[in-house]
């Protein structure tokens, strides 16, 4: 496939905090990239980035193979962004669907935004004339990814576009999505922390963490305060008593990362193993991924919550579901530091 | 007291009979102050815009600069521009002095700075999210332009009507450069104040609610407009 | 407390503001008499509406004709002549009316029969009020809507300068026309062609507003000035005022 | 419990438009209330009308047992709402948090903004003087969430209180909800498209549609189009060619709500049985309620979503797992018409 | 065009040499338009909160009244003003004519719309979740008010600074109320118009140029005012 975005080195800083490091990073044509991470992570501001509409502060972003920013109007009308609150022009849905096409001197505007609109789920003859604030939330962030699906545009960056929305909605987002891939050979970036949405849209999926792209694919963030026991070892306390076992943290607050696929789960107890972690909890939530080939299992740690991945062949064998008392293993030296 | 209401009364008197030089001066104040509105207009918006729009080191600078000149007393531009388009000035082969467009000249000067301001004080207010959703959806160069006003169309609308309301109301100006000649460049403020001048303050009243009428028309249709753009 | 100065407060028209008399008497009058001399500068018509009601004290104003009306409606008391001043009657170096040293008359006639620009102040000031008059003693209907006949209905000066773009006429006072020849450094683009002429006389009195109608005037303020401007020292202090060194007023007080 | 809000013949129009008819409700001192239901179902204006920003166009509202709105100011200070796009004030983040207090001429601001604050995990140190504009959306949103709780109201109204959020702080905002519940005895009712949050939040929930409360709990809603069939029933056909059947429709794009608990599961396919309905799907979610009591699975019908709920014996006795092929079964009259 | 120059120069020798009669004018033109500006603000702000803020029958109305009165002449305001505070006015017996309080009341007059109007279309610009914040957080009557004209702090400043421009560079109300005494009742536009009068060019932009610095210290003044506000 081709490379379409590429980007080396890129630092952003606001107001002289880092929030974006990427030292390199690839996107490839038809990719439907997942971008996840907490709040303040630095997804939006990567968005951002990818739309042009903001130059990194430092590094160099490539896009087609073209250095972007050094001379010339950056290729914005390739790349556009559903921004995380859907703001509208104060003009009707229609005129807000069809303000991209208009700029771009389109023509048979209104089949194209009647289209746009039935693909978020609002029939156009009820929404088209109605006014930018006779909307509800849902709505309005509907109406404001219409107008981007109706610029069938070669990038589409969406930040968090189910946020507000309902469960049909977000499956015909979904469905768009994939449609735009398919049809116009659409490449996706999306920002979201609707982790069960994202399984069944992405093929990749960035985890961001203080500005920095920690793993790739949904891994656990186990967060300090930290405090040193006797043996080297270092724990993390849980709400309900036990503790989560660490070595060398770089400091007291350091967050480390925790492969999903590095954890066992038992449905008893189990006697000597060699993992330092040997963990009581709850199953709380089991998801299939998109792929159908893995089966997501949450559970919690009296309140914390952890993720590990197995196949159905092992959901089957456990015979585990939710509600079930598990434990979870894993070893000390699993935990990667951020 | 009493020539308050004698002066309504004589205002709605020459409205009525269709009074010669009462008309006469309406029609030169309307396309004295038409021809100044839109000029100040068209200068003064995009100059607004940028000042409101972008970032640029001397920014700030000049916004005061714009802000000062909203107090620019009329005489003093008029006095600047006589320099220039009397006979003696530089400009003086246009033969502009004591004609409606050189009233113009100087109605645009006073306007311009309020035209400027509000309108940079209009753009600076707009939501920063419209910036990034207009850039995002392909805008560039003047549709960006003309998508930020007409975001903000009131506050801009305001600017228009705020300056407008000075064009008409000038008199510094429109006396030294247009020399509130009879028949030709007396405008209902010349004439008001020539009225106040010779003491019968009875016909300035009068002019003045002809005039304060016609603000009243102008504005009541730029009400209605606003009222269709709130769809 | 000490006593607060008293104030005497006057309504007079633009010339003799603008020419510096006022300026010049006012300290000289509080020297010898203690009161302190404010004045508003306006039109003649606004001046005497002033004093119609009871804003001012007193008027200085050069229009008998308005003045004598004035009186007759028992607004003011007191009326004295002080001093008068001349017109002339101003124009282009070529004169294209060819009206220099004719006698009035004659030139008002001249300049309508050549329809040459004429600036009018049109404002009913003194000016402009013995202008009209100039007119109808030459016999010629005011010319209200000629092309020629401009009417500016501003100050002096500015009618001057309406006239030199227009290469026309116009009658000032001889005060102005001093202080415009010294604006051009004493080669003014207009020149005196008409002077001297009886008819030019141009007559300033002073009137104190009624106490009758008006209870809060300080007439007897007025009083001190009418008796001090119309004493010797107050003629002889307007003999003496110049500008540009020309005597600008003649004290002809009764 | 005391009866906190009293709602009868409620009524709401926009532009003549019904959006919300509420004949009757009642919510009590300390209940958690959850709304569900999907886009433009009236959620945000219901709570608006809670929190009595808008006074409703017909019925009547009794708060405390006054009635509200027919005279004097209504007791807007009791209730606080987090809109749904959360607006910041143009002030810094601590003095956006104060600013309910300093109206209130309360003391010690800075402690409690600070307390406000760690509730909603923002380490004050980091966040407090930042500007409303230097936070990143989730941020932002948990920013208004702290000018709220640190007001400690007797009703707490929240609008998609975790849309933005990521994952951790949803948990942290699950908790301040229940605390300020257990220790100020704060009633709350929040709106919400994030059922596996509600589901560990809401003592009850109620589903709106189209601006009525179609049911309680979290129901399946099934809209047409429906096409007649030849004997008295009528079908609406799924993606995958399967068709769900109903009886006597109102119109051919009524909606129906078909109760969670009308729904069997089966994981062989059944022989003679009475329901009309038998469908075949595979599970996608399995979730366990905040009571621990029952198992919500959501079952995929080639892309149409269904919601059963069962007890965790069942799922034992099933062995059902995600992923794995099932069939739904519920009669036709199992559809009730809304 | 000479006098330009030399009035420039002029200008600057009047400044630095101290001249009594200029720094009279300084001085009087600003405790006047002090005066002005903090009563049209004190009583504008509320007025144009209302409009904007509130719906009721009859707003558009009135906020189209407001607009037209953008456009009124100062010299009808003088004539206006005069009609009450002469002798033999209904307010005569204050006194208030040829004095500055007087001039005070006719340039709040003419300042009044220019709040009353950009104030009403600063609040109407807020935006909608502002009033709810507002309102749901518990803000009411007069917190209200003040903490929405905070959000639009920058657009009421800009219409103070709008009416400020109107108020220091207005020469018609402060001609006729005023009367124009020296030493007394003489501000700086006055004095321009004196100048003009007389002919006296140079000396018109001399004052125009000393008002304009003026003009700027009190913009500049603001606008750090407002840079500091941004945080
Ligand atoms: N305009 C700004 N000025 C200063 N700091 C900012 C600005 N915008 C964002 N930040 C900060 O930059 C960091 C990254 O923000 P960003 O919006 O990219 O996060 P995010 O991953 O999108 O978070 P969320 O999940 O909350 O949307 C955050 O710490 C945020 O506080
Ligand atoms: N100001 C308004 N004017 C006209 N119609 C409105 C207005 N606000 C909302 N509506 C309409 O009212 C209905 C209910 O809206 P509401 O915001 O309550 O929905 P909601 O349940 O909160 O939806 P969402 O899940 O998208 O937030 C919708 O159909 C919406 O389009
Ligand atoms: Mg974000
Ligand atoms: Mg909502």
Same sequence: chains 1, 4.
């Avoid at chain 1, 609150?85 to 209104?110: A, C, P, Q, T, W």
């Avoid at chain 3, 008293?6 to 503001?17: G, Q």
Wanted: hydrophobic share 45%; charged share 20%.
């Amino acid at each position: 496939m081709k490379v379409l975005y590429e980007l080396s080195g890129i630092k952003h800083r606001y107001n002289g905090r880092l929030v974006l490091d990427i030292p390199r990073l690839v996107i490839e044509e038809g990719d439907i990239v997942g971008l996840i991470g907490p709040n303040g992570s630095g997804k939006s501001t990567l968005l951002r980035i990818l739309a042009f509409l903001e130059a990194p502060s430092e590094g160099t972003l490539h896009f087609k193979g073209m250095p972007v920013g050094s001379e010339g109007e950056p290729p914005r009308r390739d790349a556009t962004l559903l921004l995380q609150d859907s703001f509208l022009l104060k003009r009707s849905v229609f005129d807000n669907v069809i303000y991209g096409l208009k700029i771009r001197k389109e023509k048979s505007l209104r089949k194209k935004a009647f289209e746009a609109l039935k693909m978020v789920g609002l029939p156009p003859e009820e929404f088209a004339h109605r006014p930018w604030y006779a909307l509800s939330g849902g709505e309005a962030q509907r109406v404001a990814l219409a107008a981007r699906l109706v610029l069938r545009p070669k990038v589409l960056l969406l930040d968090e576009p189910t946020a507000n929305v309902d469960e049909a909605s977000a499956i015909l987002i979904k469905e768009a999505v994939l449609r735009a891939v398919k049809e116009w050979k659409t490449t996706v970036v999306v920002a979201t922390h609707d982790l069960l949405w994202l399984y069944e849209v992405a093929k990749s999926v960035l985890n961001l963490y203080q500005g920095r792209i920690a793993a790739q694919g949904t891994s656990n963030l186990i967060s300090g305060p930290w405090r040193p026991l006797n043996d080297g070892l270092w724990e993390r306390a849980l709400p309900d008593g036990q503790g989560i076992l660490a070595v060398s943290p770089p400091s007291e607050t350091a967050t480390a990362i925790l492969d999903p696929s590095d954890i066992v789960i038992a449905t008893s107890p189990p006697a000597k193993v060699s993992a330092q972690n040997i963990l009581s909890g709850r199953v709380t939530q089991m998801l299939l991924d998109n792929s159908g080939e893995r089966v997501a299992v949450a559970i919690s740690l009296g309140g914390v919550s952890l993720r590990s991945t197995i196949t159905p062949k092992a959901v089957k064998e456990l015979s585990i579901q939710p509600g079930q008392r598990v434990w979870v293993l894993f070893k000390a030296t699993a935990l990667r530091w951020l | 007291m009493d020539y308050i209401l004698e002066g309504l009364i004589n205002g709605i008197v020459l409205l009525v009979s269709g009074d010669e030089e009462t008309y006469s001066a309406i029609s030169t104040t309307l396309k004295v102050s038409t021809m100044s509105i839109i000029a100040s207009l068209i200068i003064g918006i995009p100059i607004g815009f940028v000042l409101g729009y972008f970032d640029f080191p001397g920014k700030r600078t000049l916004r005061t600069i714009s802000d000062t000149l909203l107090a620019i007393p009329t005489v003093v531009v008029g006095l600047l521009v006589y320099a220039f388009i009397s006979r003696r000035g530089p400009l003086g082969s246009l033969g502009l002095l004591f004609t409606l467009p050189g009233i113009a000249v100087g109605q645009t000067i006073l306007a311009l700075p309020i035209v400027v301001s509000l309108t940079a004080g209009a753009v600076e207010g707009l939501d920063r999210q419209l910036k990034l959703t207009l850039l995002t959806l392909g805008a560039r160069g003047r549709q960006l332009a003309i998508s930020s006003l007409w975001e903000g169309r009131y506050a801009v609308l305001l600017a228009a009507a705020t300056a407008y309301g000075r064009v008409i109301s000038e008199v510094g100006a429109s006396m030294m450069l247009g020399g509130n000649i009879k028949w030709y460049t007396r405008t209902m403020t010349t004439a008001i104040s020539l009225e106040t001048a010779k003491g019968e303050f009875d016909m300035g009243i009068a002019l003045g609610l002809v005039l304060m009428l016609l603000a009243f028309a102008v504005n009541a249709a730029l009400s209605a407009f606003k009222k269709r753009a709130a769809q | 407390a000490a006593a607060e100065t008293p104030v005497l407060r006057m309504a007079t028209t633009t010339s003799t503001d603008n020419t510096g008399l006022l300026d010049y008497l006012a300290p000289l009058f509080k020297q010898d008499t203690g009161i302190e001399l404010q004045w508003v500068a306006v039109g003649t018509g606004n001046a005497l509406a002033l004093g119609r009601n009871c804003d001012v004290d007193m008027l200085f104003v050069h229009d008998p004709e308005s003045e004598e009306e004035y009186m007759k409606g028992g607004y003011g008391v007191d009326r004295k002549q002080v001093m008068y001043n001349d017109f002339v009657i101003i124009g282009p170096e070529d004169d294209p009316a060819g009206i220099k040293d004719k006698s009035v008359k004659e030139a008002m006639s001249a300049i309508a029969s050549k329809k040459i620009p004429f600036t009018s102040r049109g404002d009913k000031s003194g000016t402009h009020m013995k202008e009209l008059s100039l007119w109808k003693a030459a016999g010629v209907p005011v010319p209200e809507k000629e092309q020629w006949y401009i009417q500016t209905g501003q100050g002096m000066i500015q009618t001057i300068n309406i006239a030199a773009e227009h290469s026309g006429y116009t009658l000032t006072d001889r005060g102005t026309f001093i202080k415009y020849e010294d604006n051009y450094k004493g080669n003014p683009p207009l020149v005196i062609l008409v002077e001297g002429d009886e008819a030019l006389l141009n007559q300033y009195s002073v009137i104190a507003v009624n106490p009758e109608r008006c209870k809060e005037v300080h007439y007897d303020l007025a009083t001190k000035f009418i008796e001090w401007v119309t004493s010797p020292r107050g003629q002889q202090l307007i003999a003496d005022f110049k500008l540009l060194g020309k005597q600008l007023f003649f004290p002809n007080a009764k």
